[in-house]
């Protein structure tokens, strides 16, 4: 898309409201999710809650194959089809809808450092657990991954996505690690993310933003999901704040609309 | 510590200590952490290049990765037999040896740092990958170049596009896309996110001299690794090194760290610059070029005469042979007949 | 993709019936007259005494002797030169030999009959492996293809092939293995394993299918029959980042394993530019049975008919339909749907342009059918006649069909109606031009008419080419 194409749609995305039946597509929910789509996705749901924007979450045996980056989660909205928390951010913020725009130069600049901290090392984190542990892989990830799937071509998906993966541990300096080496990453992260919280409510004070949700996706779901051992989510619940801060989004702004 | 730790690293140019980002932030970390350690108050350079070449470290810049231990670069020998190639491998080496560059750092600093590392990692890595390795015209024209120049013979020739085609694998596998090639559409993206982390980076450092007041941590070191290939080397398409020239603090950040910590790379670049010029120009490009020259003119020859000889100059010289030889005969038998 | 656009260049069959022998009454009537053998033999009864086959190297004889046994039954000479003539082509048929020869003499040496003849065939066989390089360029993609074959493989006519074509954008492979029965060599057995690539722009659909088929061909009376079972694994994506949600939806992976039938009947005399004769092929699928994740029942025909009327003018008339029939409440896949539309179908339309879309991407159709009328003719003023100039024809055509998704559960009645509403049709004329004996290219001026909202049409000259053609 040319420069002025771009701008030309930004504008027309402006100018459209929020439509009632924009949808967000994820993989099946009971038997085909992975911890690592599943967070992300949360992670967008949690966004859109914060900033008031009703979306219908649906799920697609092939919503990895739909989505335009090949990533978990997209949504649909009017026309446009966007994916990952990043650019829906971003595309949100053309309709009027931001939470960051209270912060000043240097929160939102550690606002973004911290969000690439969570994808760094969390996300790498959880793909490594998924598809690199054999364990895990062989139990949950390489089955639910290719439940969709008729006999043989289960097979090949389920070990094309893991030789996909590996190979991207191995470019990013992460094949050679054990996986207590990976616990420890996934501690560190934890550390860093608690003492930059502290005993605020949300990570800048009072107001919720995009690092808030993207926090509370990817530790909610590792607190909630069950793996072959518990050893990762022991990893969080060492850290207090890091729990009850996940608890309270949890409260407001999931709870209360279920019920 | 009978044996020092020995650190292999690529060579410098362009005013840096060296050409590559893993090289400068291990570099830069082990200065400033062995400068740390030994709290005297001489200079931190002169402190930071005597522990170097006493007992802790020992550097070897070199331009041949074959040499390393590892095959790769940079990588850290210990004791003469492990060796560590990771550059967080390193660092954390380092600090189990109490040479800690975030040894002043609170807790929430230590946490900053992850972050704005992470940042980089994620938004300005793949740009750098991008600027010196996909880049057609960068690539052909000065990391090619600089690499084939540098490297000893035999490994000029394919090592430069076999490093090239790792760093190709790796940006696609990090953008999950696996047809990606260089084009405008990457381009746009890649340098896009990189001048919002550059942006990013310089509301952070404001006015400070360092990222957390006035002493350097290890963020400072992956700022600068990662910044001052971009700031110093002279490439073609320029866009980024535009970009980062315009903010002002995180170009004096840079600069600033090169005369602390590296004020022999810089004096060296500063002193030898018209020379350096000089050398490019006459000295060292000619040789080269007349060493081409010579050698193409060899490959020409070489295949022209192997040419003559398969399509049958030789057999063209056999008659040309009988024919000189024959007609004395035919011409005595001739005359003979005459007679 | 859909039934309507032939994917692959298949070689067509040979036609069987041309060639095909009728079983003669085997009487001997062994007449011992005793002439001269130098006399005339043409309309006197003769004994064909041996037949020889000579230049065999790996091809082993029994294959050989059902080919040539009916030159036995042969009783005077011109049916002698008939029936090793008829023998000669079955054995090129089998494309395993690069020539063959017929040779008659009388026979000679002990046991010789005075009326007796001896049929030589001398043959050179075809080389144990050939191979072929090609590099062809099409839109925005160069690509080289290397072809291997092994013809004859075990000396009795079996056939290894083997495509390689390597792109610079897809890479795409075909190995296939052909096994016909001894003696009837319209009787055969072939196995493929092939990755062929296709992108789809009319529906911004990209599809890559890697998959393995078994093949049996076989003749029954006049008709020719297929049985086919084919295991697939489709890749299907997005050919842009702007393509439409409807076709966003249909990307991923799925596996098809298909049982298919087809029956045809050709009495046609040529399968391009036929003057007389009818074609009808009957093709169903049955996908799902025996595994996969798609399940349908798909029947597809084709219908022609030719008539020759005054001056070397031909009349033809074919009609096409074809429903597809989803199973267990799937929705049917956009790979397995028809398409319409286009230079060889109904004309003066975009190609697959007709029916269903989205957002300018066309979705194809559960049920269609089309139906055209041709008048053929030699070229004006017939230049180079019985040459060159026989390759072109000038024509004249009316084009109808329509394309749609029916709702199950209406009921037949409802489907038909649906058919019969808003009806696409075209005339117009061109020239058409032969291209071997497998396709044509078509130049025409065309005038769309009955063009419903969110059909492409080609108003005007528009440039084809195909190997099925309405």
Known sequence: ?259 | MATPDELFCWEGDWGLPSVSTDCLVVLEISIISVGLKSQDQTTVEEKAYAQFAGAPLKLRKMSNPWRSPSGSLPALRIHQKETLSRPSDIIIHLRKQKYNADYDLSAKEGADSLAFISLMEEKLMPALIYVFWIEPKNYVDVTRRWYAEHMPFPLNFFLPGRMQRRQMEKLRLLRGDESLEAGEEVEKELYHDAVECMNLLSQRLGSQKFFFGDSPSSLDAYVFGHLAPILKSKLPNGKLQQHLKSLDNLTNFCTNILLLYFPRDGRENSNQKPLVQHDSGDFDHVPNKRRKQFLSALVALGAMVSYALLTGMVSIQHIQQEALEEPPDLQAIEEEGDG | MGAVHAKSLDPLPMHGRDLGVSPDDLVETPELEQEAKQEILENKDVVVQHVNIQGLGRTKEDLLGYEISEVFNARNLIDVMKKAHVARQRLLRLGIFKEVEVLIDTSEGADALPNGLDVIFEVTEIKRLTGSYNTMVGNNEGSMVLGLKLPNMFGRAEKLTFQFSYGTKETSYGLSFFKPQPGHFERNFTLNMYKVTGQFPWSSLKETDRGVSAELNFPLGVTSHTLKWEGVWRELGCLARSASFAVREESGHSLKSALSHTVSIDSRNSAIFPSRGALLRINQELAGYTGGDASFLKEDFELQLNRRLFWDSVLSASLWGGMLYPIGGQPTCIADKFYLGGPTSVRGFGMYSIGPQSEGDYLGGEAYWAGGLHLYTPLPFRPGKGGFGDLFRTHFFLNAGNLCNLNYGEGPQAHLQKLAECIRWSYGAGIVLRLGNIARLELNYCVPMGVQSGDRICDGVQFGAGIRFL
Not at chain 1, 95 to 108: A, I, M, N, P, Y
């Open chain 1, 1 to 259: 898309m040319s420069l002025a194409a771009e701008a030309f749609v930004s504008q027309i995305a402006a100018a459209e409201p929020w439509p009632e039946n924009a949808t967000l597509y994820q993989p099946l929910k009971e038997d085909q999710i992975l911890l690592s789509d599943c967070a992300s996705s949360l992670a967008v749901q949690a966004y859109l809650r914060m900033c008031g924007l009703p979306v219908q979450v649906v799920g697609r045996a092939n919503a990895e194959y739909m989505s335009p980056s090949g990533k978990i989660p997209f949504i649909h909205v009017g026309k446009q089809v966007v994916s990952e928390l990043g650019p829906i951010v971003q595309f949100t913020k053309a309709k009027g809808h931001s939470l960051s725009d209270g912060l000043d130069d240097v929160q939102r600049a550690e606002m973004k450092a911290y969000m690439e901290l969570v994808n760094n090392m969390l996300l790498t984190a959880e793909l490594y657990i998924q598809w690199c542990d054999n364990a895990t892989a062989a139990e949950i990830s390489r089955p639910r991954y290719s439940s969709p799937y008729s006999r043989p071509l289960s097979y090949i998906l389920a070990y094309q996505k893991q030789w996909e993966v590996r190979r991207k541990m191995n470019a990013i300096g992460w094949g050679g690690k054990t996986l207590e080496q990976v616990y420890e990453d996934v501690s560190q992260c934890c550390q860093a993310l608690s003492q930059r919280l502290g005993t605020q409510p949300y990570f800048f004070n009072k107001q919720p933003t995009e690092l808030d949700a993207l926090v509370f996706g990817h530790l909610f779901t590792i607190l909630t999901t069950p793996l072959t051992n518990t050893e990762l989510a022991e990893r969080i619940k060492s850290y207090s704040n890091l729990l009850s801060f996940c608890r309270r989004i949890e409260q407001t702004y999931f709870e209360d609309k279920s019920s």
